[in-house]
């Protein structure tokens, strides 16, 4: 903000530079991000910033704020650089560790519920869990759930942990990977946002994801209908597939799991009306 130095910088001010900033970075939601970002070095919201513009920072909230502001120019998520993000009722601790979770996923646990309605004590098994967002999310909203995650990647389980001590949810976490077979269930829902963008279109993706959010955790061939097959393998019978699928790929995965026997096979859109979500019950 060293165009705005020589004074006491307000609210107003620093916001003002910051979203330029930010715009020519290339952010999509420039001046948001900017008032999200001084929201949280002062412990505020986005609409007292906006009543209190003339308020003068401090030196060291100044320099707080212009650490973030870096951050976010090099494009990393602001989820990251917040190290907290809201899922369904929660927030979740999320850094580069693992997945932000999306708004899109919590249409997933929205499925989860609706289909778990009337099953008392169901055991449910997140594939690629990542923060824990979807099983958190699951254990909090249907509280009589037993609700397993498992990850490849250690470090995304570290978080989930984390995410775990947070808030109080008691979930088990499995290292595990998925192409080496799921675990036993029965499980009366396998749930999975799995990694699905193909290796030649990381390069067409936002820098927020590409250079930022673990490969692991995005790219991916073949997990999807990895974890078809295998949720046939340890779903009790009426026992239920949620997956996330990529935008555009909803009728190839439902067509998939039509051929594999799966019944009641049902797409669901996202908030923003793309095709997003598959389910099917197991026979
Ligand atoms: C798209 S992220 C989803 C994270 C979280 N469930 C969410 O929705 O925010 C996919 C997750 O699958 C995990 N993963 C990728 N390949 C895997 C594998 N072979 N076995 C198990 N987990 C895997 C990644 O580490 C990552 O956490």
């Not at 899922?87 to 560790?97: I, N, P, S, Y």
């Amino acid at each position: 903000m060293s165009d705005t130095v020589g004074y006491l910088v307000t609210v107003r001010e620093a916001i003002a530079v910051a979203s330029r900033k930010l715009e020519v970075a290339g952010c999509d939601t420039p001046r948001v991000d900017a008032e999200l970002l001084l929201a949280h070095v002062l412990a505020s919201t986005r609409s007292e910033l906006r009543a209190d513009g003339r308020r003068q920072l401090s030196p060291s909230e100044l320099a707080d704020f212009e650490r973030m502001v870096e951050r976010r120019e090099a494009r990393e998520p602001l989820a990251y650089v917040l190290g907290e993000w809201g899922f369904r009722r929660l927030v979740l601790k999320t850094d580069a560790r693992a997945l932000v979770p999306r708004p899109e996923t919590e249409v997933v646990v929205e499925r989860c519920l609706t289909l778990l309605a009337g099953r008392d004590e169901p055991r449910i098994l997140d594939v690629g869990t990542g923060s824990g967002a979807i099983a958190l999310a699951l254990a909090q909203e249907k509280s009589d759930a037993h609700v397993t995650g498992l990850d490849a990647s250690s470090d995304a389980l570290a978080l989930a942990k984390e995410n775990v001590e947070r808030t109080g949810i008691r979930i088990e976490l499995l290292q595990r990977d998925l192409f080496s077979g799921l675990p036993d269930g029965p499980w009366d829902v396998v749930v999975s946002n799995p990694p699905y963008v193909r290796p030649d279109e990381i390069d067409a993706l936002p820098p927020e994801v590409g250079m930022w959010e673990p490969r692991l955790a995005v790219v991916g061939e073949g997990a999807t209908a990895t974890v078809a097959r295998g949720a046939l393998q340890v779903l009790r019978s009426q026992g239920v597939l949620v997956l996330e699928v990529a935008d555009g790929e909803a009728a190839r995965v439902a067509g998939l799991l039509r051929e594999l026997g799966y019944g009641e096979v049902r797409i669901t859109r996202d908030l923003a009306g793309r095709d997003r979500v598959v389910e099917g019950v197991r026979a």
